[in-house]
């Protein structure tokens, strides 16, 4: 199944409190609980202006469904190719 990085622009993102982000967590737990087992939440990286998360679905159509019914932002969706780390080199 497809990988997807979602970029969400969020101003002061990095300025949320732990039970913010909790919040947040919840409300995109509860969204993706509805739409099933098809799309899985992966991790997400909070930066100061910008949240990025890593999904697992079966298209951007479903991503952006996620966004839209949580009432997050979704500026970029593109589906990750490839990964590389350190071990690539070897």
Partial sequence: ????????EIPNAGDLTPQDLQGISQKSCGVLKDLG???????SYVTDNKI???YIAPDEATVREHAEK????????????????PTTAE
């Fill in 37 to 43: 087992p098809q799309i899985q939440w992966v991790q």
């Fill in 70 to 85: 949580g009432g997050f932002p979704a500026n970029s969706v593109a589906e990750i190719r490839s990964t590389i780390d």
């Fill in 52 to 54: 990025y998360c890593i």
């Fill in 1 to 8: 199944m497809p990988k997807f990085v979602i970029e969400r």
